[in-house]
């Protein structure tokens, strides 16, 4: 009996976590959080569709980090609107190309650059996303002009600090950002007027 009771108790709790009402969320917090989250992931063999311990590709890995942060963060803070962004994550599986893009409005483009290695890196943010011009292959932000990747060429998760001779930093790419880690910043007159538009409406969906 005691273990039916369990087994009910355990199967409500993720309906309920979904009726909670939803609250911001500190984008500095959650930074932090997904900064850590990723580093889990060190070692982790490349495997392209993967999305775990097992094996992980490039898009999965920075998306599975988020995921991770963005429920417990609700959960531990009884928040329903982490808890359903990321279910949201999880059911939209999505690939660099659409990091790149803005798909549903998670991420929106801060610049572009010749490469990472030549980029302004005081522009960027922990947890700011750089994908390849040609949509192949997207990198997580660490901070002080450190980069982590689920690289295929070194065949796993790699974390590395520039000046670096891999060949990702070497190549045309945009730099993103996850809209849950905030984007005060980005409407300033130094920026394309694309940019500061997309703030905008990017400060609309957070409000919403």
């Known amino acids: 009996m005691a273990i039916r009771y369990g087994l009910i108790a355990a199967a409500a709790c993720p309906a309920l976590a979904l009726c909670l009402p939803g609250r911001p969320v500190d984008p500095a917090f959650l930074a932090a959080d997904y900064s850590r989250s990723v580093r889990s992931f060190l070692g982790v063999r490349y495997l392209w569709g993967g999305e775990n311990f097992l094996g992980i590709d490039c898009s999965g890995f920075v998306r599975k980090g988020l995921i991770w942060r963005l429920g417990l963060h609700g959960l531990r803070t009884l928040n329903g609107r982490p808890i359903r962004d990321a279910l949201s994550l999880w059911f939209h599986d999505s690939s660099a190309r659409a990091f ?22 005081s522009r960027l943010r922990p947890g700011d996303l750089a994908v390849t011009a040609d949509g192949i292959h997207i990198m997580a932000y660490l901070g002080n002009r450190t980069w982590i990747e689920a690289d295929p060429g070194a065949n796993k998760v790699i974390e590395l600090a520039l000046p670096t001779d891999n060949s990702w930093f070497k190549v045309p790419v945009v730099f993103v950002r996850w809209k849950w880690l905030g984007l005060a910043g980005l409407g300033n007159m130094n920026q394309p007027v694309e940019n500061i538009r997309a703030f905008e409406i990017q400060r609309a969906i957070l409000a919403s």
């Open 100 to 121: 790149r893009d803005g798909y549903r409005g998670w991420t929106v483009e801060l610049f572009r650059a010749a490469s990472v290695e030549s980029a302004d890196h």
